[in-house]
């Protein structure tokens, strides 16, 4: 297609439409709390939430909901008279902790000239095609970015707003045949609990689909499995004027294991595709105690259980070098690869698949490094693919969107119910 042409005329229809809502939604400060123990992890996510329950009451959505774990529920009545699957559409309202969410200030960069993007809030940080190379392929198209001071929130509110301006678009045209869709949209996914309190009885889909991916086109029907483990080394503190012989500083003993890690494998900035990694994501430190957070991934379950055994054995050898120390290992499994439960119906991708290609695309099957809600869903039996939104760079102050490819996605989701439909 042309540089500034759109996928279908759906699609730009429908772009202005999810764009109109996207600047709103991304202007609200929903980043949720890894350290928080509350459900959801911090309230001000709810402030997005009990918006997304107005508006769709607006659009005539009348059943919408928002649940006592900060779930906001509704209902697309079918427009068929004979049984189709109920089909589920799902995207969340928080972001990371990585980069601040607060005061986002969304830009258009319109007719984008495929050269470097300058972001006014930090001049130094610049989109530029060499770092970014899917940039090259959106010369002539609409980009939104932050000012480079925050992030952008396209991870998820791009999903939340192509799934609202479908919804709407819908409810529009009743002439459209479809079944009963469900939406839903959850919160903390981005600290790994997004789905926690989810009740698949009262959802009640037969099949899901997450707007959460990337570039357009695709369809992630493979995530990565994951294990969050935490050391905690216990030293001890003592004045350090007298503390020859009797400090235990668990700063360094914490700097210590972070260097036996592998220095050219197992890492993120050091494997692709299906390679794993064991990576440090946080650390919590002073002069008593220093908890090292690790994020442990892999597709295939049975090399993340060594990655986590790997760990595990740092630690026991940490202990035994320093045994005035405490040293203590936890781990907890937060969500298993999507693709056996996915690859049970595979109606769920080819779906999908004939519905990017009636909003002008072509589709590609990609694996996520990462995980999504439909990671822990299609666990629980709900097969939960991922469709992208257009947006990447995600978790960065270099986050970025192309409109073009929101329109695409939300032509996407009106067709996928269609298509379940027929």
Not at 61 to 75: M, Q, R, S
Not at 370 to 386: A, C, F, H, K, V
């Given at each position: 297609?042309?540089?500034?042409?759109f996928?279908?005329?759906?699609?730009r229809?429908?772009?202005p439409?999810a764009?109109?809502?996207?600047?709103?939604?991304?202007?609200?400060?929903?980043?949720?709390?890894?350290?928080?123990?509350t459900?959801?992890s911090?309230?001000?996510?709810?402030d997005?939430?009990?918006?997304?329950?107005?508006?769709?009451?607006?659009i005539?959505?009348?059943?919408?909901?928002?649940t006592e774990?900060?779930?906001?529920?509704?209902?697309?009545?079918?427009?068929?008279?004979?049984?189709?699957?109920?089909?589920?559409?799902?995207?969340?309202?928080?972001t990371?902790?990585?980069?601040s969410?607060?005061?986002?200030?969304?830009?258009l960069?319109?007719g984008y000239?495929?050269?470097r993007?300058?972001?006014?809030?930090?001049?130094?940080?610049?989109?530029?095609?060499?770092?970014?190379?899917?940039l090259?392929?959106h010369?002539?198209?609409t980009i939104?970015?932050?000012?480079?001071?925050?992030?952008l929130g396209?991870?998820?509110?791009?999903?939340?707003?192509?799934?609202m301006?479908?919804?709407?678009?819908?409810?529009?045209?009743?002439?459209?045949?479809?079944?009963?869709?469900?939406?839903?949209?959850?919160?903390d996914?981005?600290?790994?609990?997004?789905?926690?309190h989810f009740d698949?009885?009262t959802?009640?889909?037969?099949?899901?689909?997450?707007l959460?991916?990337?570039?357009?086109?695709?369809?992630?029907?493979e995530?990565?499995?994951?294990?969050e483990?935490?050391i905690?080394i216990?030293?001890?503190?003592?004045?350090?004027?007298?503390?020859?012989?009797?400090?235990v500083?668990?700063?360094?003993?914490?700097?210590?294991?972070i260097?036996?890690l592998p220095?050219d494998?197992?890492?993120p900035?050091?494997?692709e595709?299906?390679?794993?990694?064991?990576?440090?994501?946080?650390?919590?430190?002073?002069?008593e105690e220093?908890?090292?957070?690790f994020?442990?991934?892999?597709?295939?379950d049975a090399k993340?259980l060594?990655?986590?055994?790997?760990?595990?054995?740092?630690?026991?050898?940490?202990a035994?070098e320093?045994p005035?120390a405490?040293?203590?290992?936890?781990?907890?499994?937060?969500?298993?690869?999507?693709?056996a439960a996915i690859?049970?119906l595979?109606?769920?991708?080819t779906?999908?698949?004939?519905?990017?290609?009636?909003?002008?695309?072509?589709?590609?099957?990609?694996?996520?490094?990462g995980?999504?809600?439909g990671?822990?869903l299609s666990?629980l039996?709900l097969?939960?693919p991922?469709?992208?939104?257009?947006?990447h760079?995600?978790?960065s102050c270099r986050?970025?969107?192309c409109?073009?490819?929101?329109?695409?996605?939300?032509?996407?989701?009106?067709?996928?119910?269609?298509?379940?439909?027929?």
């Amino acid at each position: 297609m042309s540089a500034d042409a759109f996928a279908s005329d759906l699609a730009r229809e429908l772009a202005p439409q999810a764009l109109e809502r996207f600047l709103r939604y991304v202007r609200i400060d929903t980043q949720s709390d890894p350290r928080s123990a509350t459900y959801p992890s911090t309230a001000k996510q709810l402030d997005l939430s009990r918006l997304l329950v107005q508006e769709l009451r607006e659009i005539g959505l009348a059943d919408a909901t928002l649940t006592e774990h900060g779930y906001v529920f509704a209902t697309l009545p079918a427009t068929v008279a004979h049984p189709t699957p109920v089909i589920g559409l799902l995207a969340h309202v928080d972001t990371s902790d990585a980069v601040s969410g607060a005061g986002v200030q969304p830009l258009l960069h319109e007719g984008y000239d495929g050269g470097r993007i300058v972001l006014p809030g930090d001049p130094s940080a610049l989109l530029d095609p060499s770092t970014a190379p899917d940039l090259a392929d959106h010369v002539g198209h609409t980009i939104v970015t932050s000012d480079g001071t925050t992030l952008l929130g396209a991870d998820d509110k791009a999903g939340v707003a192509e799934i609202m301006a479908a919804a709407a678009y819908l409810v529009r045209h009743p002439e459209l045949p479809h079944g009963t869709v469900r939406i839903a949209f959850t919160v903390d996914e981005e600290v790994g609990s997004g789905v926690a309190h989810f009740d698949l009885g009262t959802f009640g889909a037969d099949v899901a689909y997450t707007l959460d991916g990337s570039s357009a086109g695709e369809i992630e029907d493979e995530t990565f499995s994951a294990i969050e483990a935490t050391i905690t080394i216990r030293g001890h503190s003592v004045h350090p004027g007298s503390a020859k012989g009797r400090l235990v500083n668990p700063i360094k003993l914490a700097a210590r294991l972070i260097e036996r890690l592998p220095a050219d494998r197992l890492s993120p900035e050091t494997t692709e595709g299906r390679e794993g990694f064991v990576h440090p994501h946080r650390l919590e430190a002073g002069a008593e105690e220093a908890k090292l957070v690790f994020i442990v991934r892999d597709h295939d379950d049975a090399k993340l259980l060594e990655h986590e055994a790997l760990l595990r054995r740092l630690a026991d050898e940490l202990a035994a070098e320093e045994p005035r120390a405490q040293v203590r290992f936890d781990s907890v499994v937060q969500y298993r690869n999507m693709k056996a439960a996915i690859d049970r119906l595979p109606r769920a991708v080819t779906a999908a698949e004939e519905a990017i290609r009636r909003a002008g695309l072509e589709p590609r099957r990609e694996i996520i490094r990462g995980g999504t809600d439909g990671s822990r869903l299609s666990e629980l039996g709900l097969p939960t693919p991922n469709l992208f939104t257009g947006g990447h760079d995600f978790h960065s102050c270099r986050e970025w969107i192309c409109v073009q490819d929101m329109g695409a996605a939300t032509a996407t989701i009106v067709h996928l119910v269609q298509v379940w439909a027929e």
